[in-house]
Every structure is written in C-alpha cells, then in structure tokens.
C-alpha cells in the first residue's frame, strides 16, 4: 500500500532553519505530484508548497513563498521542503502528501492528494 513517511522536525529558534524530508513507497514515485501541508491547533490545515512530477512545475503558499522550498529528488523517492527564518507562527504538524492521480498539475488543494504521511512536529520558539 501507500505509504509516507516524514522526518526532520523539531524545535527551532526564531530565525532559524529546518530541513523536512519525505520518502514515498508503494507508489511510482516519479509519475506522482508532491505536496506540503500544516496544521496548528484549532486551525485548518495549510498548503506550504506542491512540486510537480518531473520537479519543473512548483507553487507556494502565500504565507511561506519566499521563506520554505519544495524539491524533490526521483531517484530516491523523496520530497524535501527547506524552511528558513521560521517564525512563532510557523509552529505546526507538518505534512507530507501525493495527488490521487498521476501526472497533471500540482494542486494546492487538500482534497486532490489521497496519502498523508503521520506529520512531524515543528516547534519555533525561543
């Protein structure tokens, strides 16, 4: 079956840096759009970035563009999301996902991506 799993969260300082890795299996990794996604508590969850199949087509989150990058690597089945000069506010469970179909456009939208990964814990704070 699908599965996702993510690792590299931790607790941070302001200002500070965090790389967010995922690794996908049971899929063809390659053929398959990639998202990043968060959630606070008593918040909806957020889309941070999305990465094409081939890696050329990548969108952000209005609240992220400029401060975190989606990249992905095909040989190894991953997807990373760097996240740089991090915030209080950035504090979240952190989410890794795959669009339900191959191919297409990366979507910013929850509802496309039918495999969450079990999150990993970003804490910002001082």
């Known amino acids: 079956q699908v599965q996702l799993v993510e690792s590299g969260g931790g607790m941070v300082q302001p200002g500070g840096s965090l790389i967010l890795s995922c690794a996908l299996s049971g899929r063809r990794f390659s053929r398959y759009n990639m998202g990043w996604f968060r959630q606070a508590p008593g918040k909806e969850r957020e889309f941070l970035g999305a990465?094409?199949?081939?890696?050329?087509?990548?969108k952000y989150g209005d609240a992220v563009k400029g401060r975190f990058i989606i990249s992905r690597d095909n040989d190894k089945s991953t997807v990373n999301l760097r996240l740089t000069n991090l915030k209080p506010e950035d504090t979240a469970v952190y989410y890794c996902?795959?669009?339900?179909?191959?191919?297409?456009?990366?979507?910013?939208?929850?509802?496309?991506?039918?495999?969450w990964g079990q999150g990993t814990q970003v804490t910002v704070s001082s």
């Open positions: 990465v094409g199949w081939s890696g050329e087509r990548i």
């Open positions: 996902a795959v669009q339900g179909e191959p191919y297409g456009v990366p979507s910013s939208r929850p509802d496309q991506y039918d495999s």
